[in-house]
């Protein structure tokens, strides 16, 4: 009885996963209605100007991962991308604006999010899967006035508060 009980919960679980990340769905198949049948709701989207849309599905704030969903002008899927990782860090850049950032990455930690005062700077912060599989830490660093980005940072988490040995 409590193997078959066992075997259930781990079942569930895994289908549960699955569909946290989309990979059941079907490029060039799948609709706006099945993404969010199977994942939900975006916590952000855009239109872009050719009619295609770009949701935004973060799984934290004790997650790692970010989903972004591409869907061509007619609502079909084109592609679910992780993108919490370095290659898609590497690409924000000094100058760069809020939202630029916000459709790289997606919505940042708001519980993680900082204003420095004597600096007039705004970190954003993303928890993220870094070297080893250990979780990282990555922070956006804005000028305040402008919005535009200053710098970027990663740390290992367990660093977070002190300085590394």
Not at 8 to 16: C, E, H, Q, R
Not at 31 to 54: F, K, Y
Not at 128 to 139: D, F, H, L, Q
Request: glycine share 8%.
């Amino acid at each position: 009885m409590w193997q078959r009980v066992l075997l259930l919960s781990a079942s569930l679980i895994v289908a549960a996963c699955a569909s946290y990340s989309g990979s059941g769905l079907k490029p060039g198949e799948a609709r706006l209605e099945d993404v969010q049948a199977t994942i939900g709701q975006p916590s952000m989207q855009w239109q872009n100007p050719d009619g295609s849309r770009q949701l935004a599905y973060p799984r934290g704030p004790a997650g790692l991962d970010t989903f972004m969903v591409r869907l061509d002008a007619n609502g079909k899927l084109q592609a679910i991308e992780s993108v919490l990782d370095d290659r898609h860090l590497a690409t924000i850049r000094p100058g760069m604006s809020k939202d630029e950032v916000l459709r790289i990455l997606g919505p940042s930690d708001a519980n993680a999010t900082a204003y420095f005062e004597a600096r007039d700077e705004l970190v954003w912060d993303w928890r993220y899967r870094g070297m080893s599989n250990e979780p990282w830490r990555m922070m956006v660093l804005f000028d305040a006035a402008s919005g535009k980005v200053r710098s970027t940072m990663v740390r290992p988490e367990q660093y977070l508060g002190a300085e590394p040995q």
